[in-house]
């Protein structure tokens, strides 16, 4: 079955970068529009950025211009770079394919935290 395994997650202070990590297994990778989600504590999972395998890319408007979602086809990788972190960005991080309603195998995600 489909496997994702998310990397890269770290306490930080806002105004501060991380980058993250997703391999996935067991898939057709080149095949799909795959995405950063996120889950805040109470809130529902939501799609911060996405990617074709054309490498078009798309953002939600709350990380327009800090994040840039990036793709390596031959090795099975999503990456999030993110910039310029703010303490709403503090959430768990999951990799899957986009649309959500397509998604397979939720793997453990990567949690951010930002200190404000």
């Known amino acids: 079955q489909v496997q994702f395994v998310e990397s890269g997650g770290d306490l930080v202070q806002a105004g501060g970068s991380l980058r993250l990590s997703c391999v996935a297994s067991?898939?057709?990778?080149?095949?799909?529009?795959m995405g950063w989600y996120r889950q805040a504590p109470g809130n529902q999972r939501e799609l911060v950025a996405s990617?074709?395998?054309?490498?078009?890319?798309s953002y939600a408007d709350s990380v327009k211009g800090r994040f840039t979602i990036s793709r390596d086809n031959a090795q099975k990788t999503v990456y999030l770079q993110m910039n310029s972190l703010k303490a709403e960005d503090t959430a768990v991080y999951y990799c899957?394919?986009?649309?959500?309603?397509?998604?397979?195998?939720w793997g453990q995600g990567t949690q951010v935290t930002v200190s404000s």
């Open positions: 990617i074709t395998s054309i490498r078009t890319t």
């Open positions: 067991r898939i057709w990778f080149n095949r799909y529009v």
């Open positions: 899957n394919i986009v649309p959500a309603e397509r998604a397979e195998n």
